[in-house]
């Protein structure tokens, strides 16, 4: 059996990783805004002591708002950055589902027309690569048909020299 080849270059795709790691970042500087209002809450509840608080209607109440908005600004920020991510996942997912699908349209036999993804999406150099290699089958299944259609000089099948000579 053969030895598993590793890897040795990390950022092979500098478009869909750089813009994965740029993602990752964003909810990093988001989260850390989400820790630095946790922080301010701790010093709030901590400055005072926690037996004033208890005492202090004004300050409990301050406190018990920005614990709420806190609270709510989790909820929130949440399911918008499962939506952000969803949304980035889907300029590589989508092109690829599409290219499996058309691939497998063309492997059953299928004439398939060229393949274009949406602006914005990742991979359209793989389309062109796709449409490149169908235009080659095209072409060669069209050689092809033309050869076995047209009768032999002796009104035999073609001869396996010129069925080669398509390929």
């Not at 701790?42 to 002591?49: I, K, R, V, Y």
């Not at 037996?51 to 600004?73: C, E, G, Q, R």
Request: charged fraction near 20%; proline fraction near 5%.
């Amino acid at each position: 059996m053969a030895a598993k080849q590793q890897r040795k270059k990390q950022f092979v795709d500098p478009v869909v990783q750089g813009a994965l790691i740029a993602q990752a970042v964003r909810y990093w500087f988001v989260s850390l805004a989400m820790v630095g209002m946790l922080a301010m809450i701790g010093w709030t509840m901590a400055t005072p002591g926690f037996a004033t608080l208890a005492n202090d209607p004004a300050t409990m109440s301050a406190v018990l708002s920005t614990v709420a908005f806190a609270a709510l600004a989790a909820v929130v920020v949440c399911p918008i950055a499962l939506y952000d991510l969803m949304r980035m996942s889907h300029r590589f997912t989508g092109p690829m589902l599409r290219l499996r699908r058309v691939m497998r349209q063309s492997a059953a036999g299928d004439r398939v027309a060229p393949i274009r993804f949406r602006k914005g999406d990742f991979w359209h150099e793989l389309a062109e690569a796709f449409n490149g290699m169908q235009g080659r089958i095209n072409e060669l299944e069209a050689r092809l048909a033309e050869a076995e259609s047209r009768p032999s000089s002796d009104g035999l099948e073609p001869h396996e020299s010129e069925l080669q000579a398509v390929g």
